[in-house]
């Protein structure tokens, strides 16, 4: 219990909310959509307790991924992040990979259960037929990216520039979206896809933001950041059209037909709500970039720079947006 503390740093709670807000989203939207498998859409029990299971498994995934990170920068946190628990000596390497590990096991085990209609029963669930067990799969798929993204022996993407954009863009933008998805309807088809592309699309620019005030650590440790490899202001003006332009698919998914099924568009939800949102972002998008180009170099200089906070809350609103497109 002494080590508790600790273990919380490594962990880094306060990181959980934006993927668990992700992973209710997705589950509101399928709800929501016409893709829902109970023909009479009701918000059972079994329906309630599966998004909940799937999301206590995704916060403990999201506590695994952090630690990896932490145990495979552990020279870069030395410059970086001198204050965490792998650092200071406060958590050994063995007590790191041993949580790592244990959190890996809480994450993935688990969603074997997160079956959805019609299969209510645990007993139903547990005994459902390999193809039902999506979300098992797309969590696996998470977490293989996590140490690609992390671990040496598997490519450390986080030293390649947009190799790292996209190996944290595909878990926590678009599998994450889909994963919600998948515990409430099946995700054979193209909107949860066309949906996680879009906060996916978003996170390949928004990811890269954390790198300008870490370029002291990450070029002692050999990562090659966007910052690093094409400086200050070149690297904020290659992001900035990620915070604009995927807002704008989400009017033309309310309008365009859905490729698999020509009778209804790509998005089921109300289409004014997502248009109306979709135009919001954008301009929201603009007002954020603006504040990164207006003075680049400052992006290096600070941890809380005004255009993250308005990067994190640009993602909460477009999960909520989201979720009440499809509910209302």
């Known amino acids: ?49 599966t998004v ?49 590990w244990v959190f890996y096991a809480l994450a993935l085990v688990p969603t074997w259960l997160v079956v959805v209609y019609p299969y209510n029963s645990w007993l139903e669930k547990l005994g459902a037929p390999l193809a039902s067990h999506e979300t098992f799969f797309i969590y696996l798929a998470g977490l293989i990216f996590t140490f690609i993204y992390s ?30 998805w998948a515990m409430v309807a099946r995700v054979a088809h193209t909107e949860p896809w066309f949906i996680g592309a879009v906060f996916g699309l978003y996170l390949i620019g928004a990811s890269v933001t954390k790198d300008f005030a870490d370029m002291e650590g990450d070029r002692a440790g050999g990562c090659r950041t966007l910052p690093i490899v094409y400086g200050v202001r070149k690297a904020a003006w290659m992001i900035s059209p990620f915070f604009i332009f995927p807002w704008l698919l989400l009017p033309l998914g309310a309008y365009l037909p859905d490729p698999q099924a020509p009778e209804h568009p790509i998005l089921t939800g109300n289409a004014n709500l997502l248009t109306g949102l979709g135009i919001l972002l954008t301009f929201w998008g603009i ?24 990067m994190y809350m640009m993602m909460m609103a477009a999960q909520v947006g989201f979720a009440l497109a499809y509910v209302l």
């Open 1 to 49: 219990m002494s080590n508790y503390p600790h273990y919380v740093k490594l962990a880094r709670p306060f990181t959980l909310l934006p993927p668990l807000l992700g992973i209710i989203s997705g589950a509101v939207c399928a709800f929501g959509s016409i893709h829902n498998p109970d023909p009479e859409a009701r918000l059972t029990l079994a329906v309630v307790l």
């Open 52 to 100: 909940a299971l799937g999301s206590l498994c995704a916060g403990f995934m999201n506590a695994a991924s952090n630690a990896i990170n932490q145990i495979c920068d552990l020279e870069i946190d030395r410059l970086n992040k001198p204050e965490r628990p792998l650092v200071t000596g406060a958590l050994s390497l063995r007590q790191g990979w041993l949580f790592t």
């Open 151 to 180: 671990a040496p022996q598997l490519g450390r993407t986080k030293t390649k520039g947009f190799l790292a954009s996209l190996t944290i863009a595909i878990p926590r933008g678009v599998l994450l979206k889909v994963a919600g």
């Open 287 to 310: 007002y954020t970039v603006y504040l990164l180009l207006r003075d680049p170099d400052s992006l290096a200089e600070t941890e809380n720079h005004p255009s993250w906070t308005h």
